[in-house]
């Protein structure tokens, strides 16, 4: 090493070290008095989804809501987690889950006999000679979830869509404006259980 480079860094290692050595007493002396103001959040809440991409175009008409029984939350959160699964945003959970609302109220329904509509089975009242799968698949939360959601995929533009349009466009209801009135109780449920 030549001599000036060698001077050059012996010098810059000793300022660094002579500047550490001042300013180490001197800030370890420094006033350590209460500090004022309001106390700062550490971490930024950032685990709930935006309102804006849960209901993009606001609710349509009065809405419904019903209080959940364990089991109706816990079908709510696999909704959640199919749709995780299938790769899909928080919109197509809003949609599948005020879907399952209107259908059976987020209750997985087996056969209901005389009060059953034809062979409707499940969360989403899909019926296995439709071709939605057998009853035990329909009665899977994740299954039923899934295929609803593949349903939803095909039909172009459902992330625009107002919830019911999409919705009757997969489930092809008799009554087709009826989805609207559960969007803003299954927003709620996708902004509490997203990241949950």
Do not use: C
């Amino acid at each position: 090493m030549n001599t000036m480079l060698r001077k050059s860094v012996l010098g810059v290692a000793g300022l660094a070290f002579t500047g550490g050595v001042f300013a180490g007493p001197v800030a370890a002396h420094a006033d350590a008095g209460p500090v004022e103001g309001k106390p700062v959040a550490v971490a930024v809440q950032a685990d709930k989804p935006d309102s804006a991409k849960l209901i993009p175009h606001g609710v349509q008409g009065a809405q419904s809501k019903i209080d959940l029984n364990d089991e109706q939350t816990a079908n709510a959160k696999a909704i959640i987690a199919a749709t995780k699964k299938a790769g899909l945003p928080e919109r197509a959970a809003v949609i599948s889950i005020a879907t399952s609302l209107q259908e059976s109220k987020l209750e997985n329904l087996g056969h209901l006999g005389d009060k059953n509509d034809h062979d409707s089975l499940g969360l989403f009242q899909q019926r296995p000679s439709s071709g939605w799968g057998t009853p035990e698949q329909i009665t899977d939360p994740e299954y039923s979830t899934l295929a609803f959601e593949k349903g939803l995929k095909q039909v172009d533009g459902w992330q625009d869509m107002p919830l019911t349009e999409a919705a009757q466009t997969v489930q092809v209801s008799a009554y087709p404006d009826a989805y609207a009135q559960w969007e803003q109780q299954a927003a709620d449920l996708v902004a509490q259980h997203w990241n949950s």
